[in-house]
């Protein structure tokens, strides 16, 4: 098999989609995190500031999500049928949820009626949450395995056999990973007595990831075994979980400093991290087969063509600096505390 700078293709391709994702779940994450926070802050004053702290990004930050979805499908044909054919029920839900978060946005200001902007506040929090928790809830169905059968057709019970209680588990726990995500970056672009209250729900918020956290954690060590035979095979690796722990630990220490552009940053990190672990989890495996092990999926028979691969891995190379650079010149161009006009949400 061909190889490029000591990696073949297939890994290469792993590792671009999963640092797609990544920036996706960082960016995207805190968008979510401050939705899901929403109803929580009682005034309108409040509420318009916290909705423009993310007015300007969030939907750039979906970008990410589109150029990941692409990626997939490009790189990993086989792997992208399986799985949003396994799962068409919670994409869709995820797709209704992105449209209900992204109508809700820019209808909440269009009319001064109090019932107008609370059902779209409700809408828009609502939906934030749920982003994050389906998120999660396909993580947890694709580090615990599928019930793919022969073709790589879905052999399972329907729906309801997604919500098992690792999934939920997983969903949780994102979803309050992205709130504490979410907490620190409103608590930089706010101040006053909002800044105030968010440095009380932040540290609910990371009371609530600790706590479901170490339950997710404990519950994948006991009942997923095949999760930590990549760390059993090499020792080494377990320098990952030990960085994503102190990470994890670093959060609420620079939170307590009020050093918040460091706590995003580490708050970020912990999010790459994990995905990180995930990734070793799963390699060389895509999907794993609960119903026969011969039809898990790895990178190997689920990638296109070492041709495509490599003409699209040039794509990257030119187009990754592109998005990286259009994604830094939004965030510095709208950097600061978030100041309300005319022209506002």
């Known amino acids: 098999m061909e190889t490029f700078l000591g990696l073949d293709y297939p890994t290469w391709w792993y590792l671009v989609i999963g640092a797609l994702f990544s920036g996706y779940a960082i960016l995207d994450g805190f968008d979510f995190g401050a939705g899901a926070w ?6 309108e004053k409040s509420r318009r500031i916290a909705l ?3 007015g300007p990004v969030w939907d750039g930050n979906e970008v990410w999500l589109v150029i990941g979805g692409g990626a997939l499908f490009a790189g990993f044909p086989i792997m992208y049928a399986t799985l949003f054919s396994s799962m068409y029920v919670p994409f869709m839900l995820f797709l209704v949820c992105i449209i209900f978060r992204a109508i809700s946005i820019e209808f909440r200001g269009k009319e001064p009626m109090k019932w107008w902007r609370a059902t779209w506040d409700i809408c828009y929090s609502v939906s934030s949450m749920l982003l994050a928790f389906l998120l999660g809830v396909v993580l947890g169905n694709v580090l615990q395995g599928i019930a793919i059968g022969p073709q790589y ?5 329907g729906f309801f056999e997604f919500l098992n209680p ?7 726990t994102t979803l309050s990973l992205f709130m504490v995500h979410g907490a620190i970056y409103l608590l930089l672009k706010t101040e006053g007595r909002l800044f ?7 540290k609910k918020a990371m009371v609530f990831f600790m706590v479901s956290f170490a339950v997710t954690t404990l519950y994948t060590l006991l009942y997923i075994p095949h999760l930590s035979d990549s760390f059993q095979n090499n020792p080494s690796l377990f320098v990952v979980p030990l960085a ?20 995003f940053f580490f708050s970020a990190l912990t999010i790459s991290l994990l995905l990180v672990l995930v990734a070793i989890e799963l390699y060389p495996i895509l999907l794993f087969s609960t119903y026969d092990a011969q039809y898990s999926l790895d990178v190997y028979h689920a990638a296109a063509s070492t041709k495509s691969l490599k003409i699209m891995l040039t794509m990257v190379a030119i187009g990754g600096p592109l998005v990286l650079g259009y994604t830094y010149f939004v965030y510095r161009t709208f950097k600061g505390k978030v100041k309300l006009d005319e022209t506002s949400y």
Not at 38 to 43: A, N, S, V, W
């Open 38 to 43: 929403h109803l929580f802050l009682r005034k």
């Open 52 to 54: 423009n702290a993310v």
């Open 153 to 157: 057709q879905y052999q399972g019970a």
């Open 166 to 172: 690792y999934a939920l588990m997983t969903g949780i």
């Open 196 to 202: 105030a209250k968010l440095r009380l729900l932040l």
């Open 244 to 263: 994503t722990f102190l990470c994890i630990a670093n959060v609420p220490r620079l939170a307590n400093k009020k050093r918040y552009k460091w706590a």
